[in-house]
């Protein structure tokens, strides 16, 4: 490659402005006063909930109590016995039992219920004990002083009132109470006094850097990474130091509550791979701690080797399943990814299957290292026009390098250019003027390569004129869509699902029911549904065909689980008993009685066909991209 990457544009400022200030308001209720991810998970979320709300009321009113004594002002602020501060008294009330009800319940969870997922470590235990500590001791300071001074409005602080009388039955004289009374007030705001100096210290730092990792977290679309701004002046190409990571991730690190929903969630760890989110997560949180705040920054070593083993940038598929659990949104990929631009572009100590997909990009323009003349000889064979600079089209079709050199999902674009015939679409191709999008460059950490396959694509795409792309590979789709206009190639760009479900709902896509009956199943790409958001499209798209009957997989959507294939495990050597793919395959036999897995990428197609065959269950199920099911349908020209 000879040519240099563009120039990434700068941010411009506005983007830090109102619109930035008005969704991390949005951020910020929806995501840490409301908590909708954490109620995703039930028992969880509302044990979470009565914590989250008991702690914030007791600190507000804590507050206004403490602002009555000359403390940290030279001026007091009485609250006066009135209508206000009996329904001040109630609320503490009842968020002093919220707390210790919301305690109890993590209680119960990790001493009874003990969900696979959750880890016990020490501060798990501080956290819970000093969360019950501190109501249960300012209870009890509440119901000797009731006892002591019986006020007429102890009835406004129902809680505390109950223990006065059952202090009061077992024995309890104001006289006693009085003197127990300064025991417990002193105690009580001893106790307090640690929960405060230990946040810092222990998970509960999260009260502070989980709002704050909520409405800082960078507001780039869902599928892009972030551009190494002047690769080539660039001193630092990712990270291998801790202290190399951008703030942003540095807070990351240090918002993790170890809940372990990422765990959960990651298809490498539930297929056996040696790796988990959190434990990377937790891992570089411990030594960021040892040498940025125990060592004071002088003692800094190589991340790789050290806190983790060099293998462990290369288990997660990229398939963002995490990003989307996470409550606190931490961002494992991200992570992932400057570790890997670290040891691609740097050190270059990289898994030989790495290095030959990468080889093959940088030689022969992809990563199949394929001959260009071998790219979708279905062009040529269906005549379809190829573009030349200064022409134009309504649709340009990007193939992409899975359709364009890989045998089975060949087969898959003829099918998607047949229904764009029979449809009469204007469309083309770039031919030989097509590069690779770059995508398995930059998910495997060559960012260089891949701001080069921009920029070659860009400059190809603005010496044509055509209204959109039409992409049928959810990462070229996602690359064109959400990561070429870092470098400013802004084009309407579409996926094949939404351009066919489109098609169908105009009338210009006519389908038939089959005489041969078959019970379809679709399976939701990471890159197209969580990454992007295109869940009903396909579907629509492939109801249309009459009496199909369809069954959706137990995990779909937002939750579906990642053919093996992104991040670059596509080209690497998995040990066939993690394989991703397999594990998504049984989930259909198991689940489903489908005989027809229906895709909407490549790369989802090409894993699928490779687990079957390993398997050899040929004969009872098989993969088609949606192209392939339509065009078995397609009755007539619209
Ligand atoms: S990264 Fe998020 S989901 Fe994973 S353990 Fe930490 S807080 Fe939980
Ligand atoms: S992106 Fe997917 S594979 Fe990677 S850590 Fe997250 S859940 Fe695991």
């Not at 088609?624 to 078995?632: A, F, G, N, R």
Request: hydrophobic share 40%; charged share 20%; glycine share 6%.
């Amino acid at each position: 490659m000879t040519t240099t990457p563009v120039e990434v544009p700068s941010k411009p400022e506005t983007q830090f402005q109102a619109s930035r200030w008005l969704l991390s308001i949005k951020d910020l209720f929806l995501h840490a006063v409301l908590q909708d991810r954490v109620l995703q998970r039930l028992y969880p979320g509302v044990m979470h909930l009565l914590l989250f709300w008991g702690v914030s009321i007791q600190i507000l009113g804590s507050i206004i109590a403490l602002l009555q004594f000359e403390l940290f002002l030279p001026f007091t602020i009485p609250f006066p016995v009135n209508t206000a501060y009996l329904w001040f008294e109630l609320i503490m009330d009842i968020a002093g039992i919220m707390i210790i009800l919301g305690a109890l319940m993590a209680l119960i969870r990790r001493l009874v219920i003990r969900p696979k997922s959750l880890v016990n470590r020490w501060d798990d235990w501080y956290a819970i004990a000093i969360l019950l500590l501190v109501p249960i001791i300012g209870f009890f300071s509440e119901a000797l002083r009731f006892i002591a001074s019986q006020p007429s409005w102890r009835f406004w602080a129902p809680f505390g009132n109950i223990l006065a009388e059952g202090l009061i039955a077992l024995g309890v004289d104001p006289i006693t109470a009085d003197a127990l009374h300064q025991f417990f007030f002193w105690g009580h705001i001893v106790v307090a006094l640690i929960f405060v100096v230990s946040i810092p210290f222990t998970k509960l730092r999260h009260l502070i850097t989980g709002p704050l990792n909520i409405v800082t977290r960078p507001l780039r679309p869902a599928g892009a990474l972030e551009p190494i701004e002047d690769i080539e002046e660039a001193e630092k190409l990712g990270v291998g130091e801790i202290n190399e990571f951008s703030s942003d991730l540095l807070l990351d690190l240090n918002t993790c509550v170890q809940c372990g929903r990422c765990e959960d969630a990651c298809p490498s760890n539930l297929s056996g791979m040696p790796y988990s989110p959190r434990e990377l997560i937790l891992n570089l949180r411990k030594e960021f701690h040892s040498t940025m705040i125990s060592a004071n920054g002088n003692e800094i070593e190589p991340i790789m080797g050290k806190a983790l083993d060099k293998e462990t940038p290369w288990y997660c598929t990229t398939c963002g399943a995490c990003l989307k659990v996470c409550p606190l949104f931490v961002n494992p990929v991200d992570t992932i990814v400057d570790l890997r631009r670290y040891l691609t572009l740097t050190t270059g100590d990289i898994p030989g299957e790495v290095g030959e997909a990468l080889m093959g990009m940088e030689r022969r323009g992809n990563p199949w290292s394929m001959p260009k003349e071998s790219h979708a000889p279905w062009v040529k064979e269906m005549e379809i026009p190829i573009i030349q600079p200064g022409e134009q089209t309504d649709v340009l079709l990007f193939i992409g390098c899975a359709f364009g050199y890989d045998s089975r999902s060949q087969q898959a674009g003829k099918s998607l250019a047949k229904i764009l015939q029979k449809a009469s679409i204007d469309f083309a191709v770039l031919g030989d003027a097509e590069g690779c999008c770059g995508e398995t460059a930059r998910r495997l950490g060559h960012e260089y390569l891949f701001q080069v396959m921009a920029e070659e694509n860009i400059e190809t795409f603005n010496s044509i004129k055509f209204n959109r792309i039409i992409s049928p590979c959810a990462h070229c789709f996602s690359t064109l869509k959400n990561e070429y206009p870092q470098f400013g190639g802004e084009f309407r760009v579409q996926h094949h699902t939404e351009f066919l479900s489109e098609l169908v709902h105009e009338g210009r896509l006519r389908l038939k029911s089959s005489e041969n009956r078959s019970v379809f199943t679709y399976h939701d790409s990471c890159y197209l549904g969580r990454y992007n958001d295109i869940y009903n499209q396909p579907r629509h798209a492939l109801n249309a065909v009459p009496d199909l009957t369809s069954v959706e997989l137990p995990r779909n959507k937002e939750n579906a689980f990642c053919c093996g294939g992104g991040g670059g495990h596509m080209w690497m050597e998995i040990d066939p008993e993690t394989r991703i793919n397999h594990r998504r395959l049984q989930e259909v036999v198991d689940s489903t009685k489908a005989d027809t897995i229906v895709t909407a990428c490549p790369y989802c197609l090409i894993m699928f066909d490779d687990a079957i065959r390993s398997k050899g269950i040929g004969e009872s199920v098989e993969v088609k991209d949606i192209s392939e099911v339509l065009t078995d349908h397609v009755y007539s020209e619209g």
